[in-house]
């Protein structure tokens, strides 16, 4: 499946606002790929860049799940960890998107990804 036959197959309001975010990510940067991975659209710039997990209760919403959440500065506040080691997020509800956040934060994890030398410790292989 295409993340565009995912995004075709969600309710009218998902549709919209994963369609909305989707263009933003294409234009941080055209060099950006996609896919669908663990169910849900993937997108990666030079190693992995963020994932879409739409939310459906209690209101409807996307949550953009940056890989290296906790390597970026989030100087606003706005992403959560919510216990998770690696990633962290930005709900976007369907009434309150906020396309400059977006975009800085996109830019921000698109520069964090062409400057790394190495991937981050969450991609390496476990040796054992």
Known sequence: MTVEEYINRQTPEIHRLLDQIRRLIFDAS??????????????????????LNPLRSPEVAVDICFL?????????????????RTVKSLIVQA????????????????LLNETSKEKPAIFHKKRG
């Open 95 to 110: 009434d309150q998107v906020n396309e400059d956040l977006i975009r800085e934060l996109l830019q921000e994890a698109i």
């Open 30 to 51: 055209p060099k950006v790929q996609e896919k669908i991975s663990w169910g849900v659209p993937f997108y990666f710039h030079k190693g992995h860049l963020c994932y």
């Open 68 to 84: 290296r959440g906790y390597e970026l500065a989030n100087e606003q506040g706005a992403l959560e960890g919510r216990g998770r």
